[in-house]
Each structure stands twice: as structure tokens, then as C-alpha cells.
């Protein structure tokens, strides 16, 4: 995929987060409905994906795929790692993350890279955080395998994604990749089954596996109601992406998306991969 057409993609999403004050844009995580408002459960999908994952004042932090660098933060708020180190493919997202943070002495750093080519040295990194981004990947086996290269031994990799059982349905929707477009997502969905044979194939350990599925649908309906009040004219500029995620909220009511986390640990046997 195109640094063009993600851009383009991802445009009205910025657009939606600058209009609304929100500092993140994932699907978030909502344990019941209306207890919170959706930068809240965009946090708590974060913290949710970590659990228990050991990340101290030593740590060097990788987050791939940061967007605008919300859950960077949050992290770095929240942990004080000795390194914090966000990649993202779209130069504006990058830049966009890099002016929240300007002028802060101690802060994330933001990299624009390649999730496919990650730009760190081997067995260097304490923790990957990986959220939403993997369903974009061309090849998500590759971005898995530099993981493992780059993870030191007993280094954990937290996985978010968005799959599928119903891969060949979905396949369809790569006609809307023909002309670049806020609907162009260049999705490739794997399912569940397709991650677990990759992560143990290449060696790694599974520490946790959960489908937060509904509480991803409860935390997108009750963002899509906070985001309405605004009203339709305040909306000019992401309407397309208010529709879309509509679409998203009701596949995940029905099943017919999930959304896996993943918690993997680099076994301290294994090489750089």
C-alpha cells in the first residue's frame, strides 16, 4: 500500500480526532455501555492489550503502527520507559504526533518506517505494542518475524487486530482499492487460527489470547452517539468515516468481524528469527 493512498485513508480519521479533542483513534474497549466517554475506552483498550506486561524505568518501548501517537503517550504517561519509540508509515500522522509532544524535555520519539522493515537494531527492544495496524499489513508474517528479530530474549509482543472468519467475503471489498479513496483500507484480514499457526510457528510463546469483540462494538456505538451530537454540519470533512465505522460497529455486533488480542513472549532460546 501506497504512503498516498494510506494518507488518504486516514485523513478524515485526523479530521474526526482534531474535531472532538481525542488523542487516539482505535475501536476502543467498553466493558458495559455508557460508563465512559470513547477517548476513555480507547485508553482502556490499551491498557487492556498490555495487562500485566512488565514495563519499567529500564524498558525500550516499540510502538508500531502509532498513528497519531495517542496511545505512545498514554504509555509513556503512564510507565516512564527509558525509551519510547513510535513508527508510522504516514508522514502525516507522524507530524501530527510529533507537534503534541514538541517541546516536552522527556517524551516519546516518533519515526516515520516501515512495520515490514522495522528501523531498530536486533534483540533491542524490551516491549511491541501493535494496535489496529496489522490489517494493513501486506505481509503480516514478514512484520511478525522483525518482532521476533527485534525483541531481546523473554521480550513480549502485545497484538491487537481486527479478523475475520469469513476472509473470502471480505475479499470483495478490495474492489474498493481500484481508486484511492477514504474507503480504500487495503485490508487483509487474517482470522484467529491464521495468527496462532504464525506466532507458534515462528517460535514464539503465547502468554494470553482474548476477542474483545463485543465490548469493541459497545465502545464504537457509544463513541458514534458522542460524536453525533455535534451534529451533521460540525461533521464536514469525516461524514464518509462516520458512516464507516457505523458499518464496523454493526459487523462486530454480528460476528462477522472479531477483535483478537495477543500477548506472545520471545522465548530466551530463540535467535533473532
Not at 483498550?45 to 510502538?63: A, E, K
Request: hydrophobic share 40%.
Amino acid at each position: 500500500m501506497s504512503q498516498r493512498s494510506l494518507e488518504v485513508f486516514y485523513e478524515p480519521n485526523l479530521r474526526l480526532t482534531q474535531a472532538h479533542g481525542l488523542l487516539g483513534y482505535n475501536a476502543g474497549f467498553a466493558e458495559a455501555r455508557g460508563r465512559a466517554t470513547f477517548d476513555q475506552y480507547q485508553r482502556d483498550l490499551v491498557w487492556r492489550l498490555l495487562g500485566d506486561v512488565d514495563i519499567g524505568s529500564h524498558s525500550t518501548v516499540l510502538d508500531v503502527g502509532c498513528g497519531i501517537g495517542g496511545p505512545s503517550g498514554w504509555i509513556y504517561e503512564r510507565y516512564h520507559p527509558a525509551r519510547l519509540i513510535g513508527i508510522e508509515y504516514c508522514p502525516s500522522s507522524v507530524r501530527t504526533a510529533e507537534r503534541r509532544w514538541s517541546g516536552k524535555a522527556r517524551r516519546p520519539i516518533f519515526l516515520q518506517g516501515d512495520a515490514h522493515f522495522l528501523p531498530v537494531p536486533d534483540r533491542s527492544v524490551d516491549v511491541i505494542f501493535n494496535l489496529e495496524s496489522a490489517l494493513h499489513y501486506a505481509d503480516k508474517r514478514k512484520f511478525i518475524s522483525e518482532c521476533l528479530r527485534t525483541l531481546k530474549p523473554g521480550g513480549v509482543l502485545c497484538l491487537g487486530d481486527i479478523t475475520t472468519r469469513y476472509k473470502r467475503t471480505f475479499a470483495v471489498s478490495g474492489l474498493l482499492n481500484l481508486v484511492s479513496s477514504q474507503f480504500s483500507t487495503h485490508a487483509r484480514l487474517w482470522n484467529s487460527a491464521d495468527y496462532l499457526a504464525t506466532f507458534d510457528s515462528l517460535g514464539f510463546q503465547l502468554i494470553r489470547h482474548e476477542q474483545v469483540t463485543r465490548q469493541s462494538a459497545d465502545s464504537l456505538a457509544d463513541g458514534l452517539k458522542d460524536v453525533s451530537r455535534a451534529g451533521w454540519s460540525a461533521a464536514r470533512g469525516y461524514r464518509g468515516r462516520f458512516f464507516y465505522l457505523a458499518i464496523m460497529e454493526k459487523l462486530l455486533r454480528r460476528k462477522w468481524l472479531d477483535y483478537d488480542l495477543f500477548a506472545l513472549k520471545k522465548p530466551r532460546a530463540v535467535g533473532s528469527g
